[in-house]
């Protein structure tokens, strides 16, 4: 039985939590100092740890990293009422936390995210003893007949399929973040899986090669991961923006890269969110950096035809969802303006096989037949 620790300076928390698992099947530890908590590692077998940040004596980002330095193999998340950027980015980047969890949570997807950790675990512990066999066999390679050779690639194979289910994990991390950021705001749920769907297959209608359509599909969930650093007020406003709130709103999409930088799986994805929002001639319109044609990232231009016809059919506090015939025409107008007019005939073309059917908002991206396709 896995067993998870968890860490607040709250007694009332920890109560309410071991309230909430007494019925799964796992064993829950609770400390309330980081201190504590650190003892508690030594002496115990924990396959993952849950931490609140703001505690007396150390914080929640100090306690996950010194968990990483001396229990790398114990999976680390953070459960905080604090969702400002710099947490965010401490968390990620020194504590290599596999899941960032705000207050208050919801009963069910707290045991949810709980048991992928222990998956999440469990594919890290095999991975790394598949390595070390595999490693071990390769060692004595020139001593080994055929029957032996073909064992060799059956271990292999089987660490092909672990490094799968472990990059499949990536994408559910992935996923959840950008839906934490969507929630922010009830009228943009389900709007970042939205953009990334339809993005990924503006993409495939363009025929680019696979690594692209991936990073596509990256970046189109965490083009506004960068609203995290955005007051809730002006995410959540329920009319149109001032000029003022609006010059807050376009720092996000540098906010989005600087949280990004630091974690390596995403790096190739960071000057797509951060350029998702430029113009294709240059206006300034365009933002952070007015990038003109082609100097600005392939995977942005497809993203903001996607964000775009996203936006346009959902409904807004101050407007209904637009018919999609008013979408066809804005991406033509401005097409070869704010938008590059291959990518806008990929997405026409699209329309014209598919017609409303291609902007379904119940779309999800299946990464089984994305991996294997």
Known sequence: MHTVLFVDDEPNILKTIQRILRNERMNVITASNAENALHILEQNDVHVVVSDQDMPGMSGVEFLSRVRDHHPATVRMMLTGFTAMNIAVEAVNQGEIFRLITKPWNDEELKVVLHQAFDHFDLKHE????????????????????????????????????????????????????????????????????????????????????????????????????????PDAIIAKPERLTDEEYEEIKRHPEIGAKILEPVEFLRQI??????????????????????????????????????????????????????????????????????????????????????????SKNQKFDIYEFIEG
């Open 270 to 359: 960071v000057p797509c969110v951060r350029h998702h929002h430029e113009w294709f001639d240059g206006s300034d319109r365009g933002y952070p950096e007015r990038l003109v044609s082609h100097s600005i990232p392939l995977p942005s231009r497809i993203i903001l035809v996607a964000d775009t016809a996203e936006a346009m059919t959902s409904d807004r506090p101050y407007r209904k969802g637009l018919p999609l015939h008013r979408v066809t025409t804005e991406l033509k107008k401005f097409s070869g303006s704010q938008f590059d007019p291959v990518v806008v005939d990929a997405f026409l073309g699209l329309l014209d096989k598919e017609g409303e059917n291609f902007l």
């Open 127 to 230: 991975i790394r003893r598949l390595n070390q066999l595999t490693r071990s066999q390769n060692f004595s390679l020139q001593d080994m007949n055929k029957t032996l050779e073909a064992k060799v690639r059956e271990r292999t194979r089987q660490l092909d399929e672990k490094n799968r289910e472990l990059r499949t994990a990536y994408i559910q991390t992935i996923r959840a973040l950008a839906e934490a950021i969507d929630a922010k705001d009830a009228y943009t749920r389900g709007h970042s899986e939205r953009v990334a769907v339809y993005a990924s297959r503006i993409a495939r209608e363009m025929k680019l090669e696979t690594p692209l359509i991936e990073r596509v599909y990256f970046a189109g969930l965490l083009h506004d991961v960068g609203k995290i650093g955005i």
